[in-house]
């Protein structure tokens, strides 16, 4: 069975700190893994993908994560946060039933960046 | 190069009547996917729609809920007798197919945001 995890439910930074947003999964086989962001009233935007290729993942604004197998994590961290960067992220994993390729997501982690 | 396209972006509606919610998948991409995101909630898998095979319809809540997807485009989300519960944003997705030749990804629309009163 697939899950992920994200670990904190609400992740508060000031702005120009780092920012780490944890997630674990649990896969019975090499999973693809995605963080979303979702701003208020907006659509999911994707951030980054993994799909097993090198394990440290650049995405857009500046976002990157690590896949760690060791760990089963996939922590999605930003050297300095902005003001834009508020938002839902969700951690979600992809992986293959029956015909189709199916998406679990996380429960997300809203990120207030403080001015 | 437009984007997955849904409408309404807004649903009001009283308890007991019928609703249809659409999408426009993005052009070109063969899988279409509803999603119902609950306040507070992730993304729950409703229907999944691959070319001109059956759908997958294991996540539907129950036999309330129903979706078809016409020319192997677009699709409408149909939710009959609606209660409060099914108070929610509804997401559509699309992607280039099944698993053999894409990663995973997903493109989603803005999403429909359904009130039941």
Known sequence: ?115 | GAGVSQSPSNKVTEKGKDVELRCDPISGHTALYWYRQSLGQGLEFLIYFQGNSAPDKSGLPSDRFSAERTGGSVSTLTIQRTQQEDSAVYLCASSWGGPGGSSGEQFFGPGTRLTVL
């Open chain 1, 1 to 115: 069975a697939q899950s992920v995890t994200q670990l904190d439910s609400h992740v508060s930074v000031s702005e120009g700190t780092p920012v780490l947003l944890r997630c674990n999964y649990s896969s019975s086989y090499s999973p693809s893994l995605f963080w979303y962001v979702q701003h208020p009233n907006k659509g999911l935007q994707l951030l980054l993908k993994y799909t097993s290729a090198a394990t440290l993942v650049k995405g857009i604004n500046g976002f990157e994560a690590e896949f760690k197998k060791s760990e089963t994590s996939f922590h999605l961290t930003k050297p300095s946060a902005h003001m834009s960067d508020a938002a839902e992220y969700f951690c979600v994993v992809s992986y293959i039933s029956g015909s189709a390729r199916q998406l679990t997501f996380g429960s997300g982690t809203q990120l207030t960046v403080l001015p």
